[in-house]
T-cell receptor, first 115, second 111 residues
């Protein structure tokens, strides 16, 4: 199993450009998440999905959109990139086990710079 | 939302030393996890520990859910243990999606 993979690993954008980050998982997990990590800070939740076709806002959703058309994929879109969106983006997935536990598994991250 | 406080913020150890990292939560949490972010930026799952004690090699963790804290023990530290250690937890029942992270403890192990 590859686990959680993210594409691309690095990207440089100019202000106003758009792009999509792709997250894929092969563990058949129901839940998927997008986080961002800024220097000196922990991870903050952008958006998440509890199943195919459903999405919900996290702590810092402004400026981002997401889609979950397939169970194994979760896309994060930036319609008009801003320098404040320079960050490292992490995707994660999880499932509810028989005890109600919900352990997250993270991808390797995408480093995005907006000039 | 809940607040997650980690201590100490920074720690420097000599190789072979032991250490304890602490995570306090402002409210009850579920799905508590410990992660290690290595110098290459990868987030490695260390423990999923909503309660009780677990051990994995030189690392162990204890969560006392009723007192809203968790501890991560590193014994006989090695230079490869360097990096940032995060704890994270989720408030409420079911899957709210909102795993809240602490600010991290930055560990440097010197040879």
């Amino acid at each position: 199993n590859a686990g959680v993979t993210q594409t691309p690993k690095f990207r440089v954008l100019k202000t106003g450009q758009s792009m999509t980050l792709l997250c894929a998982q092969d563990m058949n997990h129901e839940y998927m998440y997008w986080y961002r990590q800024d220097p000196g800070m922990g991870l903050r939740l952008i958006h998440y999905s509890v199943g195919e076709g459903t999405t919900a806002k996290g702590e810092v959703p402004d400026g981002y959109n997401v889609s979950r058309l397939k169970k194994q994929n979760f896309l994060l879109g930036l319609e008009s990139a801003a320098p404040s969106q320079t960050s490292v983006y992490f995707c994660a997935s999880s499932f509810l086990d028989w005890r109600g536990g919900n352990e997250r598994f993270f991808g390797p991250g995408t480093r995005l710079t907006v000039l | 939302g809940i607040q997650v406080e980690q201590s100490p913020p920074d720690l420097i150890l000599q190789e072979g030393a032991n250490s304890t990292l602490r995570c306090n939560f402002s409210d009850s949490v579920n799905n508590l996890q410990w992660f290690h972010q290595n110098p290459w930026g990868q987030l490695i799952n260390l423990f999923y520990i909503p309660s009780g004690t677990k051990q994995n090699g030189r690392l162990s963790a204890t969560t006392v859910a009723t007192e809203r804290y968790s501890l991560l023990y590193i014994s006989s530290s090695q230079t490869t243990d360097s990096g940032v250690y995060f704890c994270a937890g989720e408030h409420g029942s079911g899957n709210t999606g909102k795993l809240i992270f602490g600010q991290g403890t930055t560990l440097q192990v010197k040879p």
